[in-house]
């Protein structure tokens, strides 16, 4: 029986374990803040069943903005949480890299918060656009360097976590992209909501489209 090897700071790799029940947690208190930010009905919003259908068709924006925010951490934490199973160990880079990640994961609320109160500002959707844009991006380096340096897990195929920061990098674009646009028509929030088209199939067209010759750093040093 062998024994397993635990991750340890001073040999340059680090728990993929413990990372993932740090991000879980942040990524948990900020789903939970999304809904934190929705204005409440209070005096005559209340008074009758028109009053409060009018507050609630008022804050409509409110609501579409917490759905859309909610699944989009939502998305991020189900890849993250298959990310963890696929890695033995994580290195300092990949480590490193998960820093953005969850500052701009624990941000989005703000940015949700202020869109949903003013969807027709424009300051307003690129605010939220350019902050998922550094989140999704943030994701596709944190994949990124996980799949050059860090150590998978046995059976785990590189080319998938490779295939997923390629997606990842799609929906960056798509939000980048929109940050600006918004600024000439201000629907183009709209887009938002077809973003996992853009990963699946923008993804699979990033994977065509790079170079196969890059060599993981981790096989390369276990050859």
Known sequence: MTDRVVPSAEDGFFSAHRMGAFADAVLAIAITLLVIEIKRPE??????????????????ASFVAFVLAFFL????????????????????????????LLLFAAFLPFPTAIFGHASDNKLAACLFAATAAALFGSEAIMKEFAWRRAELRPGVDPAKLRLSANASVAVTAVFAATAGLVWVT???????????????FGGKLLDRLRPEGTVRRAEHAQA
């Not at 919003?45 to 409509?60: G, I, N, Q, V, Y």
């Open 73 to 100: 951490l939502w998305s991020v934490w189900r890849r993250h949480h298959i990310f963890i199973d696929e890695v033995e160990r994580l290195d300092r880079a990949t480590t490193a890299a998960h820093a953005p």
């Open 186 to 200: 201000p629907y183009i929030w709209y887009v938002w909501f077809f973003v996992p088209l853009a990963a699946s």
């Open 43 to 60: 005096g005559a919003e209340l008074a009758s069943p028109h009053a409060l259908a009018e507050f609630l068709w008022h804050e409509k």
